[in-house]
């Protein structure tokens, strides 16, 4: 399947279809260099099959994880595409989960002031989330995605037959995201979480969220106000998540956030059965106001309210401000 993403000044297709990298040129321009930047914990079959289509096929390897985002992984990257003289003219292709997709993304958006970058993403959460929206980022100074740009792809392959090779916990972190999309704006795709089998519509899944985000990303771009329906799940996930850093994965900390910004008791139950459904804990265990002042934390002095997504019945989301005190109520129900 192909989805085309209209933004302003230009477009780019989203190739979803299982096996897909093993016929990439048939999409992707390689006649030139190209750069598959990946991580160890990529199987290696995924850049090889790159590179044998490529002309002159050039291949770099970071650690995997978080620890590549960095300052240090951006100069390998920028190394490598200096010693093998690539020009404005070649490529960089991101073989990998939103790791390797945000690392080489940074690095084609700024080497020769940007060169083409070609993303191929083989998790659950890069595919369904990162493929679409354009942001690049490392970390820096421990603040996660501080460097970075708005730069998109000239086509994203999103290879589902990659997602087999996914440990188990990966690949069900990335649904989480898809569980989002569906709540706020696609109830038949929430309605698949609760009736159907995951794994044999998982292109329907990943289609259905593209979609979702897609829709919104073209509206904005940039990320001024639409955008934030995206974050549904986020403010409280992210709270916990900076708890658990090293113990919990984004998605599980997200579908922990989601249930307290769900109005409606019925869909909360229709939620907590799909998370089950899953095999995800989404209890909050955590002192509410060690997670209130998480959230509270950065904003600006004198400001007594956070903009929070909520979400009433699947596909009806809405933004709302939350004064401080409605907050604090909401994060000690979550954790009653
Ligand atoms: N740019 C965006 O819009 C956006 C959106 C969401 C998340 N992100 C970023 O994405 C990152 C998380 O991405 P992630 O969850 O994909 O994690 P990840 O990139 O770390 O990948 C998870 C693990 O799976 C391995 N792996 C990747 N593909 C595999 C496959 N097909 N088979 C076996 N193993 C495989 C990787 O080596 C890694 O160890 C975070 O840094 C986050 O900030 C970016
Ligand atoms: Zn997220």
């Known amino acids: ?4 993403v209209n933004l302003v000044d230009r477009k780019y297709d989203v190739i979803v279809e299982a096996g897909s990298i093993g016929h990439i040129k048939e999409y992707a321009d390689l006649r030139r260099k190209v750069m598959v930047v990946s991580d160890d914990g990529v199987p290696a079959e995924y850049v090889h099959s790159v590179l044998s289509q490529a002309e002159k096929g050039f291949s770099v390897v970071v650690a995997k994880g978080e620890i590549s985002k960095s300052l240090h992984g951006y100069e390998t990257v920028l190394h490598a595409l200096l010693n093998n003289k690539f020009t404005r003219h070649d490529c960089v292709v991101a073989v990998g989960g939103g790791v390797v997709g945000d690392l080489a993304g940074f690095a084609a958006s700024t080497y020769m002031r940007g060169i083409s970058f070609i993303n191929c993403p083989t998790t659950t959460l890069s595919q369904i989330d990162s493929s679409i929206g354009g942001k690049v980022a490392i970390n820096f100074d421990n603040t996660k995605n501080i460097v970075g740009a708005f730069y998109q792809p000239e086509c ?6 990659t997602l087999k090779t996914l440990p188990r916990r990966h690949y069900i972190n990335g649904l989480v995201e898809a569980v989002k999309a569906g709540l706020i704006a696609d109830e038949k795709l929430f309605e698949v979480f609760e009736k159907n089998d995951i794994e044999r519509n998982l292109e329907e899944i990943i289609l259905r ?3 979702v985000k897609k829709n919104i990303v ?3 771009e940039k990320e001024s106000s639409l955008r934030a329906v995206l974050n549904f799940g986020h403010t409280i996930g992210h709270a916990v998540e900076s708890l658990h850093m090293d113990e919990w994965y984004h998605g599980e900390c997200v ?3 989601m249930i307290p910004m769900t109005e409606d008791k019925d869909t909360v139950i229709r939620l907590k059965a799909v998370l089950s459904r899953l095999g995800l804990d989404y209890r909050i265990t955590d002192d509410p106001q060690r997670l209130f002042d998480i959230m509270t ?6 400001s007594d309210f956070i903009t929070a997504v909520k979400v009433r019945k699947p596909g009806q989301v809405r933004l709302v401000r939350i004064s401080y005190p409605q907050l604090r109520k909401i994060v000690e129900e979550a954790v009653k």
């Open 1 to 4: 399947m192909r989805l085309t």
């Open 297 to 302: 934390h950065d904003k600006k002095a004198g």
């Open 156 to 161: 994203v392959i999103a290879d589902t037959a």
């Open 255 to 257: 579908a922990r956030g």
């Open 209 to 211: 969220s593209l979609n």
């Open 218 to 220: 073209e509206q904005d």
